[in-house]
């Protein structure tokens, strides 16, 4: 004779023993197994053969090694452009400074053609 209160709702379900918890009147439930339970994503993961994850993984390799070709040739460009804008500025710089540096030179130049013809023009008033 067993001290189990049976619930005819419950019936099919079979008998465990005396639960420690003292709740006999609740329905048994089965362990929290997330690899086991039948949920799809899950359960195909759990399932797939050795051969199956290997050709997952070479397969996310050719992608990330895709991904970062394209990455790097974006990188490229970018790159070339950076350079090219620090070409240009570099370039106006140059011809700035030449242009003033030729300023500059003229300026001394005409100084010199002035002070040549301040002696020439001395020596020919005497």
Same mark, same amino acid.
């Given at each position: ?17 005396? *639960? ?36 997952? /993984? ?22 070339? /452009? ?6 240009? /500025? ?6 700035? *400074? ?10 001394? #130049?005409?100084?010199?053609?002035? /002070? *040549?013809?301040? #002696? ?5 008033? #005497?």
């Amino acid at each position: 004779m067993s001290t189990e209160i049976i619930d005819p709702a419950t019936a099919s379900v079979p008998a465990q023993g005396i *639960r420690k918890n003292g709740k006999q009147w609740k329905l048994p439930k089965a362990p929290f197994k997330p690899g086991t339970t039948g949920s799809s994503s899950t359960s195909s993961k759990q399932s797939k053969s050795y051969l199956a994850r290997q050709a997952d /993984r070479v397969q996310s390799s050719i992608i990330k090694a895709k991904e970062k070709e394209l990455k790097a040739e974006k990188e490229a460009v970018r790159q070339q /452009r950076i350079q090219s804008i620090k070409d240009k /500025r570099a370039a106006k710089e140059e011809k700035e *400074r030449y242009e003033k540096l030729a300023a500059k030179m003229h300026a001394k #130049r005409v100084e010199r053609l002035k /002070r *040549r013809e301040k #002696r020439n023009k001395l020596l020919k008033e #005497r």
